[in-house]
């Protein structure tokens, strides 16, 4: 009888074993707001299931740093990998790394460039970046003409780092609605990039301001460098019922400065929903599912008439 309680106990033990999993997950920066709030949902989905491990690695934005940390996964038999990766155009070797061990690997939040060639254990998983910023250059574009200044209006804008795709396409996304009819009476001065900072986007637009150019609006790729140019702005004595500013990401700092009257539009970007579906993705692959290679979750626009709805969720 013991004999038999200790194979039952030993095959539990095995069979326990077996069910655990474990993923390691390289972010490109902890020190990154939204970055933080979808690495938050990753540890707080995983927690929620049984046998769920995660190993998180900060990449500091460094694009060597992150492939070894990827090595690193592969060396120490992880059941999958996440990578919200530092350098799109970094992503063959990455991929590659993986592939050759045989590991799943999923990119959440930025898209690589090989999306569209991803062997089949590798999916995306992020929001689609041509909505993002289009929603919030056409919602500016409304407001100005609502505003009266259909005749003419100047605007600048804030890039990302533009090392990432988000940063490409947000800002061809603005560039495209500003060249409808319905928009072209806005002209866009300058556009430089501020690498996602709100510090640097406020020194940015400090410099800009000292030309004493005229503008109507400002256009940033993320809410951090929205902030950085309100910040410059205020302290330049500018009046933010003057300006429409617009930024994306939705996070609390920003929702704080449009109930301020501060900033006029972001769009939500549902960072613990892409981090929880990265998860989710990279167990499936890892259990042999299928998955579908390139998983969106929705933007939203987010103004002072519906900021209500999103209060509280990034």
Not at 30 to 59: K, P, S, W, Y
Not at 117 to 126: G, I, M, R
Not at 233 to 245: E, H, L, R, T
Request: some cysteine; hydrophobic content about 45%; aromatic content about 6%.
């Amino acid at each position: 009888m013991k004999k038999l309680l200790l194979t039952a106990g030993l095959t539990a033990l095995i069979s326990t074993t077996a069910m655990a999993e474990t993923i390691g997950v390289s972010i490109a920066r902890f020190d990154d707001n939204f970055l933080t709030v979808m690495r938050n949902g990753m540890e707080d989905h995983a927690a929620t299931l049984d046998g769920v491990d995660l190993q998180v690695e900060d990449a500091t934005d460094d694009v060597a740093k992150q492939l070894d940390q990827i090595n690193n996964f592969v060396a120490s038999g992880v059941d999958a990998i996440i990578v919200n990766i530092v350098d799109t155009s970094a992503a063959d070797a990455m991929t590659a790394a993986a592939e050759s061990a045989g590991v799943p690997l999923v990119y959440v939040n930025r898209e690589p460039t090989n999306v569209d060639s991803l062997p089949d254990n590798q999916a995306f998983v992020a929001s689609n970046e041509i909505e993002s910023g289009t929603l919030k250059a056409f919602q500016i574009c409304q407001n100005l003409r609502a505003e009266g200044k259909s005749g003419g209006a100047k605007a600048y804008m804030l890039m990302g780092q533009l090392s990432n795709q988000a940063a490409i396409q947000r800002s061809k996304d603005v560039e495209d609605v500003l060249a409808m009819d319905m928009c072209n009476f806005i002209e866009l001065v300058d556009k430089q990039t501020a690498e996602w900072s709100r510090d640097k986007a406020q020194d940015l637009m400090t410099n800009w301001l000292s030309s004493g150019e005229p503008f109507d609006a400002v256009f940033a790729n993320n809410d951090e460098m929205a902030i950085g140019a309100i910040q410059a702005m205020k302290a330049s004595g500018i009046d933010m019922a003057d300006v429409q500013v617009g930024g994306v990401d939705a996070t609390q700092d920003a929702l704080q400065a449009m109930q301020s009257g501060d900033l006029d539009v972001t769009v939500f970007q549902d960072a613990n929903g892409q981090g929880a579906g990265s998860v989710d993705a990279a167990l499936a692959l890892a259990r042999g599912e299928d998955v579908d290679q390139k998983v969106y979750i929705p933007f939203k626009l987010v103004t002072p008439d519906n900021i209500d709805d999103f209060l509280g969720k990034n």
